[in-house]
């Protein structure tokens, strides 16, 4: 297996799926023999106040689960690019939504990609699967996880419930990776 | 190898504790252990066991007492501040020779503090935090899937005592998801539980009391607690070395701390300060040899904990003054990071060359 080790903080809006997203990765590391941490922000926020959790993905034994400066930030609004972006690593990798965000991004020594992921998602009739477009233009970049593992995680949250909504989340993150493959 | 399961270090406690064979389960809620009450709501009842959420820590407590003088594998799990109401039970149950085990998923104090991770509990969970003077066995995970392990051991470890065991997490490894295996272990042999009060049939009645009038009886009673606290420190203790073998520094830290701790030992590696990490896994009875050793071979220890400074103690008392013990700590549910770790080391080598 190909030496791995990659972090990454996703964080937004309590609702907009920034957890669940991490899940997915965390659960993708998972199937490809990977070891894996999610952890998240469980401080006394405000509903519809900030979320973030961070995922760490490695072939070796996990250290720290809690990370300073990560390898990759996904972001989904205003107030994580400020909390987040100056702590990201020198050369990182930064998502940033730019429908819901309204400033550019203020490192010049990162890689920052657009997605945006609100317009993309209603316009494939689901707005709530903007993170699914941000998920999938991460993979397309970082490739830490197929997107198959990725479906295959996402069939087992959605349960049968929910299963209605798989077909749009899937179509959102192929957009995604579509997105990041520009 | 089984199955992995992505989960939850609460959940993963819950499912563990099933599967080591605890039907029994009486707590109050408190964040961030919730999930592992929520969990074992469902779940007990599909295995025939019971979960009652009581009026109070206390009353948890001594529901604890009531199962585990009857005989049964039974849990309580809490936080910090529901931890200290419990602490009187815990001490009749020392006191009884009863069996259980209790989870305390730290989080910051004093008082009700807030609900981020923390290790100051350390001296409360060690140094018996109720009045009289007993120990819990004390065992502290640093994954998830150490979680899961560890949690099957507490249940067999109370058993073969007669003695509660404390589960020592805190706030992160309880709302941590990694991937786990439960694994599948061969039954250990234990004592039978001739003790109990389960119907005294056939046989002479059974008394589960932790009074004792009598001084010279009670005296007694301590010392054969006494010897079962020896009988732990002979036979239970664990501990983890990482890359001491090398070593010209040492880290000393459990729990999460020891996990961040290894990352900082890799980054100072990286950068040629040979750094190591010896990790207490139970910290009652605690590894007190394993540091004596280590202190003959390193001239400096670094202790780091998510509290002012309580495991240092027994650090120091391992090294008995033959290398110096330095601290770095962070509290109230702040985290330590790699960086500051590697800060600290970096500080005590220079001033060791200067």
């Given at each position: 297996?190909?030496?791995?080790?990659?972090?990454v903080i996703v964080a937004g809006f309590g609702?907009q799926g920034v957890l669940?997203i991490g899940?997915?990765?965390?659960?993708?590391?998972?199937?490809?023999?990977?070891?894996?941490?999610?952890?998240p922000s469980?401080?006394?926020e405000?509903?519809?106040g900030t979320a973030n959790c961070t995922?760490?993905?490695?072939?070796?034994?996990?250290?720290?689960?809690?990370?300073?400066?990560p390898?990759a930030l996904i972001v989904m609004n205003n107030p994580s690019l400020d909390t987040f972006e100056?702590r990201l690593?020198?050369?990182?990798?930064l998502i940033m939504n730019?429908?819901?965000i309204?400033?550019?991004?203020?490192?010049?020594?990162?890689?920052?990609?657009?997605?945006?992921?609100?317009?993309?998602?209603?316009?494939?009739?689901?707005?709530?699967?903007?993170n699914?477009?941000m998920?999938?233009?991460?993979?397309?970049?970082?490739?830490?996880?197929?997107?198959?593992?990725?479906?295959?995680?996402?069939?087992?949250?959605?349960?049968?419930?929910?299963?209605?909504?798989?077909?749009?989340?899937?179509?959102?993150?192929?957009?995604?990776?579509?997105?990041?493959?520009? | 190898?089984?199955?992995?399961?992505?989960?939850?270090?609460?959940?993963?406690?819950?499912?563990?504790?099933?599967?080591?064979?605890?039907?029994?389960?009486?707590?109050?809620?408190?964040?961030?252990?919730?999930?592992?009450?929520?969990?074992?709501?469902?779940?007990?009842?599909?295995?025939?066991?019971?979960?009652?959420?009581?009026?109070?820590?206390?009353?948890?407590?001594?529901?604890?007492?009531?199962?585990?003088?009857?005989?049964?594998?039974?849990?309580?799990?809490?936080?910090?501040?529901?931890?200290?109401?419990?602490?009187?039970?815990?001490?009749?149950?020392?006191?009884?020779?009863?069996?259980?085990?209790?989870?305390?998923?730290?989080?910051?104090?004093?008082?009700?503090?807030?609900?981020?991770?923390?290790?100051?509990?350390?001296?409360?969970?060690?140094?018996?935090?109720?009045?009289?003077?007993?120990?819990?066995?004390?065992?502290?995970?640093?994954?998830?899937?150490?979680?899961?392990?560890?949690?099957?051991?507490?249940?067999?470890?109370?058993?073969?005592?007669?003695?509660?065991?404390?589960?020592?997490?805190?706030?992160?490894?309880?709302?941590?998801?990694?991937?786990?295996?439960?694994?599948?272990?061969?039954?250990?042999?234990?004592?039978?539980?001739?003790?109990?009060?389960?119907?005294?049939?056939?046989?002479?009645?059974?008394?589960?009391?932790?009074?004792?009038?009598?001084?010279?009886?009670?005296?007694?009673?301590?010392?054969?607690?006494?010897?079962?606290?020896?009988?732990?420190?002979?036979?239970?203790?664990?501990?983890?070395?990482?890359?001491?073998?090398?070593?010209?520094?040492?880290?000393?830290?459990?729990?999460?701390?020891?996990?961040?701790?290894?990352?900082?030992?890799?980054?100072?590696?990286?950068?040629?300060?040979?750094?190591?990490?010896?990790?207490?896994?139970?910290?009652?009875?605690?590894?007190?040899?394993?540091?004596?050793?280590?202190?003959?071979?390193?001239?400096?220890?670094?202790?780091?904990?998510?509290?002012?400074?309580?495991?240092?103690?027994?650090?120091?008392?391992?090294?008995?003054?033959?290398?110096?013990?330095?601290?770095?700590?962070?509290?109230?549910?702040?985290?330590?990071?790699?960086?500051?770790?590697?800060?600290?080391?970096?500080?005590?080598?220079?001033?060791?060359?200067?």
């Amino acid at each position: 297996m190909k030496s791995l080790y990659e972090n990454v903080i996703v964080a937004g809006f309590g609702g907009q799926g920034v957890l669940f997203i991490g899940r997915l990765l965390a659960y993708a590391a998972m199937k490809e023999g990977r070891n894996v941490t999610w952890i998240p922000s469980y401080g006394p926020e405000m509903r519809g106040g900030t979320a973030n959790c961070t995922v760490v993905i490695s072939n070796e034994v996990i250290g720290s689960p809690v990370i300073t400066s990560p390898n990759a930030l996904i972001v989904m609004n205003n107030p994580s690019l400020d909390t987040f972006e100056p702590r990201l690593k020198t050369g990182g990798l930064l998502i940033m939504n730019s429908s819901l965000i309204t400033r550019e991004a203020k490192r010049n020594d990162v890689r920052v990609i657009k997605v945006p992921a609100n317009k993309t998602a209603s316009e494939l009739g689901n707005d709530r699967a903007a993170n699914m477009v941000m998920l999938g233009a991460y993979i397309a970049h970082k490739k830490v996880v197929t997107k198959e593992n990725i479906l295959e995680a996402l069939k087992k949250y959605l349960g049968e419930k929910k299963m209605a909504l798989f077909e749009t989340n899937k179509a959102a993150l192929e957009k995604g990776i579509e997105i990041g493959s520009l | 190898m089984g199955e992995k399961v992505l989960i939850t270090g609460n959940e993963a406690i819950g499912e563990a504790a099933i599967k080591a064979g605890c039907r029994f389960f009486f707590g109050y809620p408190i964040t961030p252990q919730n999930k592992i009450p929520e969990y074992l709501s469902y779940r007990l009842p599909q295995v025939g066991g019971c979960f009652i959420q009581a009026e109070s820590e206390i009353a948890a407590i001594y529901m604890v007492f009531g199962a585990a003088g009857a005989g049964a594998r039974v849990m309580t799990s809490s936080s910090s501040p529901g931890i200290s109401l419990k602490q009187e039970g815990i001490s009749y149950i020392a006191g009884a020779e009863l069996p259980c085990v209790i989870v305390n998923v730290m989080r910051g104090g004093p008082g009700l503090g807030g609900i981020l991770p923390s290790q100051a509990d350390y001296f409360q969970a060690t140094k018996g935090g109720g009045h009289g003077g007993y120990h819990m066995l004390v065992l502290a995970p640093s994954t998830v899937q150490e979680s899961v392990d560890l949690m099957t051991d507490a249940f067999d470890l109370a058993d073969k005592y007669r003695n509660p065991v404390m589960v020592l997490a805190d706030g992160y490894i309880g709302q941590m998801m990694e991937p786990v295996e439960f694994k599948e272990r061969p039954q250990k042999v234990l004592p039978t539980k001739n003790w109990a009060i389960a119907g005294a049939k056939n046989r002479p009645r059974n008394l589960i009391r932790s009074l004792y009038l009598d001084p010279e009886e009670l005296e007694q009673h301590n010392l054969k607690l006494h010897r079962k606290y020896l009988e732990m420190a002979k036979n239970e203790v664990r501990v983890e070395t990482y890359l001491t073998e090398d070593a010209e520094i040492i880290i000393a830290a459990y729990g999460t701390v020891a996990r961040i701790a290894k990352t900082a030992i890799k980054m100072l590696r990286e950068r040629g300060i040979k750094a190591g990490l010896v990790r207490p896994i139970t910290v009652y009875p605690f590894p007190y040899e394993t540091f004596a050793k280590i202190s003959e071979k390193v001239d400096n220890i670094l202790v780091v904990e998510m509290s002012l400074g309580q495991m240092i103690e027994d650090v120091k008392l391992g090294v008995c003054g033959k290398a110096k013990v330095h601290f770095y700590g962070r509290t109230g549910g702040m985290v330590p990071t790699y960086d500051e770790i590697v800060t600290q080391i970096e500080k005590i080598v220079k001033e060791e060359v200067a």
